[in-house]
């Protein structure tokens, strides 16, 4: 492994491991596009009970780990993936 930017030999490999906490409901872009309009449509369709379990169940999130390895320069600093 050789640092691509200063060309040194020095290079130690990390395990990095990142968390990204993705909303496992509906993004922004859905409710932009569909939610403003939808969502009173459905308050006419459904009923009261359904309306509520909406309002206080809270959005589920799920966390999506993501294992990265990184090179990381010791002469110079320069950090990249692999
Ligand atoms: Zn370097």
Redesign the pocket.
């Known amino acids: 492994m050789r ?1 691509m ?4 030999q020095n290079v130690s490999i990390q395990v990095v491991n990142e968390v990204d906490l993705k909303n496992a409901h509906n993004g922004c872009f859905w409710w932009l596009c569909i939610g403003w309009w939808w969502i009173p449509v459905k308050w006419l369709c459904l009923t009261i009970p359904a309306l509520l379990a909406k309002i206080f169940i809270p959005h589920k999130q799920r966390a999506v780990n993501k294992t990265r390895r990184k090179a990381v ?1 010791q ?4 950090v990249w993936n692999i």
């Open positions: 640092c930017r200063c060309g040194s320069c002469d110079c600093g320069h």
